[in-house]
């Protein structure tokens, strides 16, 4: 809406700086405040062979820009007399979309003509030779005391929070949610966002890069911080919530997004279960809505024809099938937590070390021709596996432990959390009951 309120005032500062144009006499239209007055180069012959900041694009900006962009309080806050300023744009894009009128920049310069194309043709040219770096912060950096709430987060608030923050954050992405943030910082895309590197969308979108400094207490943080892998970045588990990262996604990489069904590569009936965001984007889960998402009716439809994951695979069981209501009912959002409580210490097969099995392995390793050759249907077989030694072939503890030698399992997913791999180790380690 605002855009549009925008896009109608510059237009009437455009008409009325048209009008008055048509009053001007000569002279008026001479005066150096005026745009297209005493272009600091013949824009007949437009020579690019010779360009440089000095000796081309400063000219320029002093003649078009400086008037309001210079001074104690710049417009926009970017000062195109300093070379830093004019670095900075130029590198993140601004430059080049708002002098070019592209959408979504601010049209530059405000409420004047464009630029002659020569003009546009020569910054075009110095940005496109020049190699741009990040000017050095001379204000003292401190990433000593680099803290979540403290540092971090008013950095969003004043920088990201417009877009990324309920009720429709852009993307998807809730920078107000910590464990959102965890998340991004641990698969390393809010670095590469705010950094800027490539493959990832540079953030803030549409805006100046955040300072050095800033970058690199958010950097900071991330080195410190101690992401635990699927998990949550120090969010304790509740019990009452069920969890996206810890229980949804092994459920869905072991029975759903495997090779020949839900992966990537197949993609059977063009949906895709092997990370949140395809799980969004197939449609099949209507957040807050089971009984309106195709998956919770495909995991518990009476036809074996219909019921996925499809014959011959075991359905889901009750358990399983009840954690994926309840995170769609509780608005499926793609959550984490940490198993602070970690009981490592009396573990059981049925309560403990089979629900394990049955989350993240079984959907690969049950029916007629499991993955490896490896049954994991039953308690003798899970035993048959777990009597092997680690680093030899079919061992349990060298697969969930990524050893020399054995296949990291779950196969093509995140590794089991500290705290499953402590539990299954102590089952191992106390000689395998059946309790
Ligand atoms: C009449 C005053 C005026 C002139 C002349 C002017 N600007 Fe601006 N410029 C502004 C204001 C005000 C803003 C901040 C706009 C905003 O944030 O809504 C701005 C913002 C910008 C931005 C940020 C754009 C964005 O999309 O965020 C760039 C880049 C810019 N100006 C470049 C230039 C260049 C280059 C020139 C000369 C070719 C120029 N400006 C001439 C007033 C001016
Ligand atoms: C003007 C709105 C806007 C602002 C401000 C903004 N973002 Fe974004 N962000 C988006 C949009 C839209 C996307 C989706 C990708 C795209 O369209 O480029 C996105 C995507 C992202 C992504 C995913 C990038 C990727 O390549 O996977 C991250 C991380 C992110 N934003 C972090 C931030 C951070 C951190 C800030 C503040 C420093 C910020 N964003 C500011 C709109 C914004
Ligand atoms: C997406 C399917 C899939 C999932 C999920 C999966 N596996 Fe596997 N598993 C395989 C495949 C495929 C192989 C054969 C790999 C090979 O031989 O390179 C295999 C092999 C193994 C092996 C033998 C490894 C070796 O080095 O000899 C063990 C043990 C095993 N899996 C246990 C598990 C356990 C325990 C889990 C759950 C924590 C699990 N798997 C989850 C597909 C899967």
Wanted: proline share 9%.
């Amino acid at each position: 809406m605002k855009k549009y309120f925008l896009l109608a005032e510059l237009s009437i500062i455009g008409l009325l700086i048209g009008i008055s144009a048509c009053t001007h006499t000569p002279e008026d239209m001479a005066s150096p405040t005026t745009n297209q007055i005493n272009p600091p180069f013949d824009t007949i012959s437009c020579d690019s062979s010779n360009v440089s900041y000095p000796g081309t694009v400063q000219p320029i900006l002093d003649v078009y820009c400086i008037s309001c962009h210079s001074g104690p309080v710049p417009a926009g806050g970017s000062n195109l007399t300093v070379y830093s300023d004019v670095a900075f744009l130029a590198q993140s894009g601004l430059l080049l979309g708002a002098i070019k009128h592209l959408e979504g920049f601010q049209p530059m310069p405000q409420g004047g003509d464009k630029l002659a194309a020569c003009e546009i043709a020569l910054i075009e040219k110095w940005i496109n030779d020049t190699t741009f770096v990040l000017p050095p912060d001379t204000t003292d950096c401190d990433t000593n005391l680099v803290t979540y709430a403290g540092t971090v987060y008013p950095i969003f608030q004043a920088n990201c929070l417009s877009c990324h923050a309920p009720p429709a954050p852009e993307a998807g992405i809730d920078l107000t949610n910590y464990s959102n943030v965890a998340f991004l910082a641990q698969t390393g895309a809010l670095l590469g966002a705010i950094s800027h590197n490539e493959g990832f969308s540079p953030m803030p979108k549409n805006a100046p890069p955040l300072t050095s400094c800033e970058i690199q207490q958010i950097e900071k943080w991330i080195n410190d911080t101690t992401f635990i892998p699927g998990g949550g970045g120090g969010i304790p588990c509740d019990p009452d919530t069920v969890y996206f990262q810890n229980e949804i996604l092994p459920l869905l990489l072991s029975s759903c997004g495997i090779a020949g069904c839900h992966d990537p590569i197949t993609a059977e009936e063009d949906i895709v279960l092997t990370s949140y965001y395809y799980v969004m984007q197939s449609g099949v889960v209507v957040p807050g809505q089971p009984w309106e998402s195709e998956m919770y009716e495909a995991i518990t439809d009476f036809d074996p024809e219909k019921r996925m994951p499809p014959e011959p695979a075991a359905p889901l069981n009750s358990d399983q099938i009840n954690k994926i209501y309840t995170w769609i009912a509780q608005g499926a959002l793609n959550n984490h937590c940490e198993q602070l409580d970690c009981d490592s210490v009396n573990v059981s097969f049925s309560e403990t070390i089979f629900p394990i099995i049955q989350n993240s392995c079984y959907g690969c390793h049950s029916g007629p021709s499991p993955n490896g050759g490896i049954s994991l249907e039953t308690f003798n077989d899970v035993v048959a596996v777990g009597s092997v030694p680690s680093g030899s072939p079919g061992s349990l503890l060298g697969a969930i432990t990524a050893t020399a030698g054995n296949t990291p399992m779950p196969y093509n997913a995140p590794t089991l959390s500290d705290c499953n791999i402590a539990q299954i180790r102590k089952w191992i380690e106390d000689g395998m009951p059946a309790n």
